[in-house]
């Protein structure tokens, strides 16, 4: 509770600081905490005792005018939408976001808010309504969330990377430094001093070999810095749950910037790619080329994409298929933080292996497909 209050201090100071007079100083903030292991039910009442402490215009409202509903749980935190009735003509939805617990481990949340305003400023993801002790809540929106087959149709696919284009563009301020190396390395200090109450697990996890892993993140980052890969505000964790999509309307948003930072533009989009296969990773439906050069075209000219030069396609190409490797051992890592900070039910063990051997599989694949082609630019 005292950490999320003193994310919200940070922000208010700056926008005073700044003279900014719209941001998170007029945001409202609770230091109510949710507890996310009760069964919704026993949720409800406390959920409804948050909206009220945040927003004073519901605070007389009868408890029964409000109703609450699971909208989805992902791995790392759980969205519920609140519905409320304030009148008889006025209806209004918000989504409330729990954090996962634990998610400190893995999760910049100073970071995450910061970006937030002027993500939202730009029109990206819902409008930050309030901060409490374990989360935030957020302008509801009225779009279902995408699977991965969605993102493998051609006309999703296209607007998927329009979107991202735009998202790119965004200044947000503060350091450029790309975070990717910054983050995987924290990770890994993190994952190898670990150890695991239940014997099954520690046994399992003692068969990783960190002096290994630690090998192969030296090795990539020096491999992939030879590529100058362009730096921008990345989303960084742009799988299907974090898309959705208004058919009524054909409109398309990217959400939840947990994960968000500054970063080669590369590992967003292999990052994007390699979730085509899904929590399952089955990589069989990794994108293929010319699946690939479809996104780039329209990520890279989303008026004209049929006219972007083959060799800028190329170029962005090769770079995504380095940044791709990247992106498996970025997930591998935090899946053996998560093993073991996550009270979650999901196989992130089993997560680290399915994504280490991907790596393990395309990095010689990658590497001398990156290498014939620089050889050939020379």
Request: charged share 25%; hydrophobic share 40%; with cysteine.
């Amino acid at each position: 509770m005292g950490a999320a209050k003193n994310i919200w201090a940070i922000l208010e100071a700056e926008d005073d600081a700044s003279g900014n007079n719209n941001a998170s100083s007029q945001i409202p903030y609770s230091s109510i905490i949710v507890n996310t292991s009760l069964p919704l039910p026993v949720m409800i009442p406390r959920i409804i005792e948050l909206c009220k402490d945040l927003f004073k215009n519901w605070r007389e409202i009868d408890d029964a005018l409000f109703s609450v509903e699971r909208v989805s749980g992902g791995i790392t935190n759980l969205l519920l939408k609140v519905f409320v009735k304030e009148d008889t003509d006025r209806e209004l939805s918000v989504t409330v976001r729990l954090y996962g617990p634990n998610t400190e481990y893995v999760i910049n949340r100073e970071r995450e808010l910061q970006a937030i305003k002027y993500l939202s400023a730009a029109g990206f993801g819902a409008k930050l309504l309030g901060g409490f002790g374990n989360g935030m809540v957020q302008s509801f929106i009225n779009a279902r969330t995408l699977d991965p087959s969605d993102m493998r149709q051609p006309k999703i696919a296209a607007e998927i990377a329009k979107e991202l284009g735009k998202f790119h563009k965004v200044e947000i301020p503060g350091s450029k430094e790309p975070q990717l190396w910054v983050d995987i390395v924290k990770f890994f200090e993190k994952a190898s001093t670990l150890r695991f109450e239940e014997p099954d697990r520690q046994k399992l996890f003692e068969t990783i070999s960190f002096e290994e892993l630690h090998k192969e993140i030296i090795e990539l980052r020096e491999f992939t810095g030879v590529l100058n890969a362009p730096v921008v505000f990345a989303h960084n964790d742009l799988l299907s749950g974090n898309l959705m999509l208004n058919e009524e309307e054909e409109k398309l948003y990217l959400i939840d910037f947990e994960y968000g930072s500054y970063n080669y533009r590369g590992f967003d989009i292999g990052n994007h790619f390699n979730e085509y296969a899904g929590y399952d990773c089955d990589y069989s439906f990794y994108p293929s080329k010319e699946q690939q050069y479809h996104f780039i075209k329209h990520y890279l000219q989303p008026d004209n994409p049929d006219e972007v030069g083959i060799a800028e396609v190329e170029s962005v190409f090769i770079e995504t298929d380095a940044y791709k490797l990247a992106s498996h051992l970025y997930w591998a890592v935090w899946a053996i933080i998560q093993a073991r900070m996550s009270p979650i039910e999901f196989d992130y063990l089993g997560y680290f292996f399915l994504r280490y051997n991907e790596y393990k599989k395309q990095k010689p694949v990658t590497f001398s497909l990156v290498t014939s082609y620089l050889s050939a630019s020379v």
